[in-house]
């Protein structure tokens, strides 16, 4: 249906429209129930958009930036955004709406028609709703987005009915839910392979333990990522929201931090995402295991790492531990191991129990998809959404520590040479652009 479709032209509302009536005193005195907000109506030719779902590593993503590269021409406008940047702007632009016109004013409209106007196809990736400010305005933002003609396209590991589970005021978000279904195609992409995890030749980038020969790691990849003759090493200094982020080490489009550099300070989201458009390549050294006496630091590691994966960057680390140890320690393993026995996701141990954590967690991490099962009935984990995000990041490592994600946009002549390097520049480009 996109091979017909032309979106209408995006009218915005008025600012005045959009501020409360003025009310006398006798309004306020004998008017019982406040005046309802008119019904969004959604344009007649508006195709379903795609909901597509499932666990980590089964080609969401994959498909979805097929979807958006091969889109016909007549779609003249198009947006492709991982889904918390998308909120992040979403509140930014609010806020400066409210600053500019007062708190009473409703600006959801007035922003969803700036986003329409350079979006008539807009595509999420890892939609999720685990905030109650984003919870209480979706629905209205995603209709307003509609009304104005812009087909939806979004990947998450949840099925509609899962998202915001146990949320606060949950029930303020079931209307977004039904949203989604009824104007959505929803497809499941599950699957028992994580495509991810189809082996590849390894690269080397990871490094452990915290060794004599892992500071001469990081220094040769610290220069063959940077560059040590055109642009030597510096300090760098980026401003997000009015702070500062420091970067101890830069050199060309690489970055080097320590792991308490960069994760041990009060960082967040918009700080990795600013940096990643600024950098093509982290070196990151001394990573700590995480238990759970660490998650703060552990959800601030996965939010870097899914910000590098998201921008097509690179990620060189050296690690107290195996990648498999670095979010739960072999007594938490075992933890998980016990509780799955017990709750029967897995077989009784036939020797004397857990005798070999260490091939239990490799097993698991060969082959994370049959085991969310365990992760999720573990008490190690705070909730579902974290046994997710726990996943994706360690698939996500896996990926990012292949050959092929190392050489790719290099020039390597194998690769595709100069051509190669310049097509892999125009999606980091790319992917600037629409995370602006």
Known sequence: MLLDYHAPKVVHPSIDSLKPPTRSLLSYLFEHKPSKRPATQLPSNLPKGLYMYGDVGSGKTMLMDLFYDT??????????????SFMQDVHRRLHAMKLEHGNDLDAIMYVAADIAENASVLCFDEFQCTDVADAMILRRLLESLMSHGVVLVT???????ELYKNGIQRSSFIPCINL???????????????????????????????????????D??????????????????????????????????AAMFTFDELIGRATGAADYLELVKSYDAFIIKDVPGMTFRERDL????????????????????????PLYQLFTSRSEI????????????????????????????????DDLGLNMKMLKSSSVFSGEEEAFAFSRALSRLAEMGSLEWVERGLGMEHRGGKGEKEGWQRVRSRWREDSG
Do not use: C
């Open 71 to 84: 889109l016909p021409h007549n779609i003249t406008s198009k947006t492709r955004i991982h889904f918390h």
């Open 155 to 161: 990947t998450s590991n949840r099925y509609p009915n």
């Open 180 to 218: 989604l279904k009824t104007q959505l195609r929803v497809i499941n992409l599950d699957s028992s392979t994580d495509y991810r995890k189809i082996p590849r030749p390894p690269s080397g980038v990871y490094h452990h333990p915290l060794d004599k020969s892992a500071a001469s790691h990081v």
């Open 220 to 253: 040769k990849w610290f220069r063959f990522l940077g560059d040590p003759d055109g642009d030597p090493p510096h300090e760098a200094v980026h401003t997000v929201w009015g702070r500062e982020i420091e970067v101890p080490r830069a050199s060309g489009r």
């Open 298 to 321: 552990a959800r601030r590691f996965i939010t870097f790492i899914d910000a590098v994966y998201e921008s097509h960057a690179k990620l060189v680390l050296t690690t107290s531990v």
């Open 334 to 365: 075992s933890s998980i191991l016990t509780s799955a026995h017990e709750a029967g996701n897995l077989p009784t141990p036939s020797g004397s129990e857990h005798e070999d954590v260490d091939d239990v967690m490799r097993q698991m991490m």
